[in-house]
Nanobody, 116 residues
Framework: QVQLVESGGGLVQPGGSLRLSCAASGFTFSRSAMSWYRQAPGKERELVAT????????TYANSVKGRFTISRENAKNTVTLLMNRLKTEATAVYYCNAWGGWGSVWGQGTQVTVSS
């Protein structure tokens, strides 16, 4: 079964940090690009960060560049999003996405709330 399971969301104060993780199964993880998206209430889903299948290339939305880091461990079929210096506008449901020659799959999402 092709599946992505996110974890690590929660409530954090502005300026704080969170680490999101995404565990993959059912497909060839090492041949798949991975991305994190987020969707805030009343807004469209937006791309946050992407990492290539080997981990050698990463891209970020301008709004998170320099504060968020995406990484992956192909031996463990996991991708991580480290979020530092969080702002209130980062409040959203964060989704993990995988895509490759086999197709694409989404996780169920994890809620991140940045509030004092």
């Amino acid at each position: 079964q092709v599946q992505l399971v996110e974890s690590g969301g929660g409530l954090v104060q502005p300026g704080g940090s969170l680490r999101l993780s995404c565990a993959a199964s059912g497909f060839t993880f090492s041949r798949s690009a991975m991305s994190w998206y987020r969707q805030a209430p009343g807004k469209e889903r937006e791309l946050v960060a992407t990492i290539s299948s080997t981990g050698g290339s990463t891209t970020y939305a301008n709004s998170v560049k320099g504060r968020f880091t995406i990484s992956r461990e192909n031996a463990k079929n996991t991708v991580t999003l480290l979020m530092n210096r969080l702002k209130t506008e980062a409040t959203a449901v964060y989704y993990c996405n995988a895509w490759g020659g086999w197709g694409s799959v989404w996780g169920q999402g994890t809620q991140v709330t940045v509030s004092s």
